[in-house]
């Protein structure tokens, strides 16, 4: 079994991946901004039942220094670079987001390829293959990228396609033989652990809680945190997977209404507040005038992006669950864990 470090312990993709490589038998050192953090991490594992967890090994490594990385890589065979910034609203400076991003991404590739590391696994985002193009029919693949200057490109969607890009050229340029493997998923649901879990999951929580009052008008690709988890792991031992891209979708989009109406079907009471209504596009524009948090939301209203997980199904053997198993699976743990109230 293999020595792997994964950045980002405490994330709810990280926290699910350790618990995954736990179960397989590996050895598992992680990085926390903080270790006071340690705790939240030890308890999201007890929840996901990871055996040996009490073996974890934690290091101390912020994406923003040099300091700590050193000792994090140590003895790694594999690394597994699933840390990244992500916002809570939109940064005044874009740069905010892009700028650690980018340059966490390289600190984390070169203390690798200076410990001797095999292989880096590096999670990017479908916001670096799919954004920018306008409306298109066009079926996005591992060939495509974010076109940066085109539309609907936030800070975040070009964070992750910047700090990807710049992950590809440093090892080309100085990897020295460091072997680099990205995976890119889309919207992420699933089973949450604890109170840290994706944006996305809140789509769910939102729904739940009533504060979604009608579902709007957007259709999300969606994907299941262990099946991502289960999909960077193939990724780290696969031979053909080294230098290739991948990306993490379980099938065709899925609508805010088609979830809305699963939760209700599935879940009885404790769905009874999800949506029954949609929102019109138009009426969401005007009030997107007077908030912010739906300002975000505008030039989403309509759009459909689709992309082929073939790739990563032919070469990796990857089955992922079902959009209905995942939303419906972050509704569960959701309302078992109490976490409906946050």
Same mark, same amino acid.
Request: net charge positive; hydrophobic share 45%.
């Given at each position: 079994?293999?020595?792997?470090?994964?950045?980002?312990?405490?994330?709810?993709?990280?926290?699910?991946?350790?618990?995954?490589?736990l179960?397989?038998?590996?050895?598992?050192?992680?990085?926390?901004?903080?270790?006071?953090?340690?705790?939240d991490?030890?308890?999201?594992? %007890?929840?996901a039942?990871?055996?040996?967890?009490?073996?974890v090994? @934690?290091?101390? &490594?912020d994406?923003?220094?040099?300091?700590?990385?050193?000792r994090?890589?140590? $003895?790694?065979?594999?690394?597994?670079?699933?840390?990244?910034?992500? /916002?809570?609203?939109?940064?005044?400076?874009?740069?905010?987001?892009?700028?650690?991003?980018?340059?966490?991404?390289?600190?984390?590739?070169?203390? %690798?390829?200076d410990? $001797?590391?095999?292989?880096?696994?590096?999670?990017?985002?479908?916001?670096?293959?799919g954004?920018?193009?306008?409306?298109?029919?066009?079926?996005?693949?591992?060939?495509?990228?974010?076109?940066?200057?085109?539309?609907?490109?936030?800070?975040?969607?070009?964070?992750?396609?910047?700090?990807?890009?710049?992950?590809?050229?440093?090892?080309?340029?100085?990897?020295?033989?460091?072997?680099?493997?990205?995976?890119? /998923?889309?919207g992420i649901?699933?089973?949450?652990?604890g109170?840290?879990?994706?944006?996305?999951?809140?789509?769910?929580?939102?729904m739940?809680?009533?504060?979604?009052? &009608?579902? /709007?008008?957007?259709?999300?690709?969606?994907?299941? =945190?262990? #099946?991502?988890? !289960?999909?960077?792991?193939?990724?780290?031992?696969?031979?053909a997977? %080294?230098?290739?891209? @991948?990306?993490?979708?379980?099938? !065709?989009?899925?609508?805010?209404?088609? +979830?809305?109406l699963?939760?209700?079907?599935?879940?009885?009471?404790a769905?009874?507040?999800?949506?029954?209504?949609?929102?019109?596009?138009?009426?969401?524009?005007?009030?997107? +005038?007077?908030? /912010?948090?739906?300002?975000?939301?505008?030039?989403?209203?309509?759009? =459909?992006?689709?992309a #082929?997980?073939?790739? &990563?199904? !032919?070469?990796? #053997?990857?089955?992922?669950?079902?959009? !209905?198993?995942?939303?419906?699976?972050?509704?569960?743990?959701?309302?078992?864990?109490?976490?409906?109230?946050?």
């Open positions: 079994m293999a020595h792997v470090l994964v950045t980002g312990g405490t994330g709810f993709l990280g926290s699910h991946t350790i618990a995954r490589l179960a397989s038998g590996h050895k598992v050192t992680t990085t926390l901004r903080s270790l006071k953090r340690q705790p991490v030890e308890k999201m594992l %007890a929840v039942g990871a055996p040996g967890r009490e073996g090994s @934690y290091v101390e &490594a994406l923003t220094s040099d300091a700590g990385w050193d994090a890589v140590a $003895g790694a065979d594999h690394v597994l670079h699933i840390a990244s910034p992500f /916002p809570g609203s939109r940064p005044k400076d874009e740069n905010e987001l892009i700028v650690p991003a980018r340059d966490g991404a390289l600190r984390v590739l070169r203390a %690798a390829r410990a $001797g590391v095999r292989r880096v696994v590096l999670t990017s985002s479908f916001a670096a293959v954004y920018g193009h306008g409306p298109t029919d066009r079926v996005f693949t591992e060939a495509d990228w974010t076109n940066l200057d085109g539309p609907g490109v936030t800070p975040y969607v070009k964070s992750k396609a910047v700090a990807e890009r710049a992950a590809w050229d440093f090892v080309a340029a100085e990897g020295n033989g460091l072997e680099l493997t990205t995976i890119n /998923p889309v649901f699933g089973p949450v652990l109170p840290d879990y994706a944006g996305s999951v809140r789509i769910i929580h939102s739940l809680t009533g504060a979604m009052r &009608a579902a /709007p008008p957007i259709r999300t690709n969606t994907v299941d =945190v262990r #099946d991502v988890a !289960e999909l960077h792991i193939k990724a780290m031992t696969s031979p997977a %080294a230098g290739q891209r @991948y990306l993490a979708l379980a099938g !065709e989009p899925i609508s805010f209404q088609q +979830i809305a699963a939760l209700r079907s599935q879940l009885g009471e769905a009874a507040k999800a949506p029954t209504r949609s929102a019109p596009a138009w009426l969401l524009r005007l009030l997107s +005038i007077a908030s /912010p948090q739906l300002r975000e939301t505008v030039p989403q209203l309509g759009v =459909v992006r689709r #082929d997980n073939a790739k &990563a199904r !032919e070469q990796l #053997d990857w089955a992922p669950r079902s959009n !209905e198993e995942s939303v419906l699976a972050s509704a569960r743990s959701l309302v078992r864990l109490g976490l409906l109230a946050d």
